[in-house]
């Protein structure tokens, strides 16, 4: 966005994940963009930003670049500018990354399917609505692709998590053990997953 005013509008009523300024700001100091989105608890709080400049840094540049979540680039290195989007965008196209568990519980050898959010080659959210308990022991079967046979997952239940405004009931869970090559099969997915959305990025600000 080039706009400080409609961008910190959009900002309030979207809460973003991900905000590109193109510097300068035709209305606004850059500094007080930061200021006014701060401001507002709602719309800054773990918001990333990238701010795209042409020519030589000057101090609001050099000031934006001490906080935290925010990337100084030159709009004319795209290589760059796709490198730090890519890693900003990377844990949200985790969490878009929704695949269907087959999921048995251990203690009672009950199966259900889940869905998925939050997923990587460390753990994962289930969305669940049944009852569960820190430390329960399970099995889980993901089919990332078809042809392909699930990857097969011993995890552990380590937070349970109530329906809030933008996440369902569920649980996440922690991967204790990967069966033969899962993890490697895993990683592999969710790195496809992100080069695919990573080149349909713009190639420049």
């Not at 399917?113 to 994962?124: E, N, P, V």
């Not at 609505?129 to 990332?144: F, M, P, Q, Y």
């Amino acid at each position: 966005m080039s706009g400080g005013g409609p961008g910190l509008v959009l900002a309030r009523a979207f809460r973003y994940d991900l905000i590109v300024v193109d510097y300068p700001l035709r209305d606004l100091a850059l500094g007080s963009f930061f200021d006014a989105l701060d401001a507002e608890e709602s719309a800054s709080s773990g918001t990333a930003v990238v701010v795209c400049h042409q020519g030589t840094p000057d101090s609001a540049l050099s000031q934006a670049h001490l906080r935290p979540l925010v990337d100084v680039v030159r709009s004319e290195k795209t290589a760059e500018l796709r490198g730090v989007i890519g890693r900003v965008v990377g844990p949200l196209l985790r969490r878009q990354a929704v695949v269907v568990a087959e999921v048995v519980d251990n203690t009672t050898d009950r199966r259900f399917l889940c869905q998925t959010r939050d997923l990587s080659t460390h753990g994962l959210f289930l969305v669940s609505a049944r009852e569960w308990t820190r430390g329960d022991r399970i099995s889980i079967a993901l089919r990332l692709e078809e042809g392909r046979q699930p990857v097969m997952i011993a995890g552990e239940v380590v937070r349970l998590s109530p329906a809030g405004e933008e996440r369902p009931r569920g649980v996440g869970v922690r991967f204790v053990r990967f069966m033969a090559d899962g993890e490697k099969w895993l990683g592999h997915f969710l790195a496809a997953r992100l080069a695919a959305d990573v080149a349909q990025l713009p190639s420049g600000c």
